[in-house]
């Protein structure tokens, strides 16, 4: 039989090295979902995904990739412009999304490594022509960390919804759905949460799931009006992902056991960890400002000269996988997800390797 790898390798910004304990819970027979078996395991899951949002509210599961969730919240907005604000890949991504749902969008765009200012924000809100704002908490392709919290707070001042992407934010950057009275906020299982990809979650305030009742083309795998009904029940709409269930509730015990403000806080070490290498190694810096730095996510930018996806290849050499950059700064960055379950310890051992390859 080969044996397992060490923990501790593997630090692509998604999908995250997931430990073996929870991989070996995906293992567990199958049950009927119209069962009380299965209430009784949604009831618990509740529990714990409720404390990774911060809220008392329902949190939604979807057999999905993030992306469901993002469709799920356009889908259930009623008539109306929306303003996309675009910082990266995945923000742009929710921009072609809503165009894909036959929305009228417009575009807030700064350069990638960037964030978006309130100020910024505000002469495109004033204008009033806006019923929802797009916004990506982290920018996976790039490490930026947008203020989700002012920018829903200069929204909700203006009348205008706000509509949160925390793919790769929840359960390694700071958020409070209700303390910070957010409108939708949607996350997937495979980054900072350390699950495999598949499930997809979200949360939205009474107001967004009241308009969303109102909506006449919300459709049907992907309507929250639905998935909120069947909530209250401790159901789902359809058939779920058992296997993936079963590893979520044993990943929610490991963080309910951490907590979720250490969490936080681990994530924000492992992030500071990198930002110093990044700051003092030669040749090399993040792209992104370090008041601005995702806690999960980085993108370091490679010597001049130095292809992205070769120095990547050395790197795995080395036994550690990083993640090449994406898009158009796939040739002049890597990235490292510092996410999951990974520690200071673990990211340590990725930097090492990384300094290796650049002398290499």
């Known amino acids: 039989m080969q044996r397992q790898p060490e923990f501790g390798t593997f630090f692509l910004p998604g999908p995250t090295e997931v430990r073996q304990e929870v991989l070996a819970a995906m293992l567990k027979p199958m049950i009927p979902h119209r069962s ?3 209430e009784e395991l949604f009831a618990r899951l509740q529990v714990g995904l409720r ?5 008392q509210r329902s949190v939604f599961l ?3 990739s993030g992306t469901g969730m993002m469709e799920a919240a356009i889908r259930a907005m009623p008539a109306g412009r929306i303003l996309s604000l675009v910082n990266g890949a995945f923000s742009e991504r929710f921009a072609h999304i809503a165009e894909m749902c036959g ?3 417009d575009r807030y765009e700064v350069p990638w490594g960037d964030v978006h200012t309130v100020e ?6 004033r204008a009033g022509k806006y019923r929802a704002i797009t916004v990506t908490h982290s920018e996976t392709s790039t490490g930026a960390l947008n203020a989700v919290r002012t920018i829903s707070d200069k929204a ?3 009348g205008v919804l706000c509509l949160i992407d925390s793919v790769s934010g929840l359960g390694g950057a700071e958020l409070r759905f209700d303390e910070w009275q957010l409108d939708y906020v949607l996350t997937g299982s495979q980054k900072a949460i350390g699950l495999p990809p598949g499930l997809a979650f979200a949360v939205a305030s009474d107001r967004v799931v009241s308009l969303a009742n109102q909506a006449t083309e919300r459709g049907v795998y992907f309507d929250i009006v639905e998935m909120e009904r069947f909530a209250k029940t401790n159901q789902v709409p359809a058939t779920p992902a058992f296997s993936l269930l079963y590893a979520l509730d044993v990943q929610l015990d490991a963080i309910r056991a951490e907590g979720v403000h250490a969490r936080w806080d681990r994530h924000t070490a492992m992030a500071h960890l990198t930002s110093e290498w990044a700051d003092t190694t030669a040749g090399v810096s993040n792209i992104v400002e370090p008041q601005f730095r995702s806690p999960t996510v980085s993108t370091i930018r490679l010597p001049d000269g130095m292809n992205g996806r070769e120095f990547v290849k050395r790197v795995g050499a080395s036994g550690i996988t990083v993640g090449t950059g994406y898009g158009k700064l796939g040739d002049t960055t890597f990235r490292i997800g510092h996410m ?9 051992r990725c930097l090492a390797a990384c300094e290796g390859a650049l002398s290499a």
């Not at 910024?120 to 809100?125: A, F, I, S, W």
Request: no cysteine; hydrophobic share 40%; net charge negative.
């Open 51 to 55: 404390d990774l949002f911060q809220t």
């Open 62 to 64: 979807s057999a999905s």
């Open 120 to 125: 910024g924000l505000e002469p495109y809100l």
């Open 340 to 348: 999951g379950d990974h520690t200071v310890e673990t990211v340590a």
């Open 103 to 105: 929305r009228e969008v």
């Open 156 to 158: 909700h001042e203006l």
């Open 36 to 38: 009380a078996a299965f």
